[in-house]
Nanobody
Framework: QVQVAESGGGSVQAGGSLRLSCTAHGDVHSRNCMGWFRQTPGKASEGIATMTRDGSAASAASVGGRFPVSRDDAKGILYLQMNRLKPEDTGMYYC????????????????WGQGTQVTVSS
């Protein structure tokens, strides 16, 4: 069992930055793959970035390299640094964890946090 909790969301003006944190507690093997997803108004949920314990990372083309992901596995934290934010980045951001080795973002994660809201104003 893994408990996941996000933090760091908030309101920011376009062009600004936020750093989201995802803290995962529980069996270390059950959180080998951790990822960030977002639900923006009027769109389907999409995967943003994933990272494994060994540091293999992937980011969605939709965020164009603006959102690098990093991980402090000793602390069980996954970060999402959100730079050059745009109003269309507004939405709820979720963190998820899985034991899977192929760390893709097909939403097949058993453990999810409650989400943190990001609002970007123009």
């Amino acid at each position: 069992q893994v408990q996941v909790a996000e933090s760091g969301g908030g309101s920011v003006q376009a062009g600004g930055s936020l750093r989201l944190s995802c803290t995962a507690h529980g069996d270390v093997h059950s959180r080998n793959c951790m990822g960030w997803f977002r639900q923006t108004p009027g769109k389907a949920s999409e995967g943003i970035a994933t990272m494994t314990r060994d540091g293999s990372a992937a980011s969605a083309a939709s965020v164009g390299g603006r959102f690098p992901v990093s991980r402090d596995d000793a602390k069980g934290i996954l970060y999402l640094q959100m730079n050059r934010l745009k109003p269309e980045d507004t939405g709820m951001y979720y963190c998820a964890a899985s034991a899977k080795v192929v760390c893709d973002w097909d939403h097949s994660f058993p453990y999810w946090g409650q989400g943190t809201q990001v609002t970007v104003s123009s």
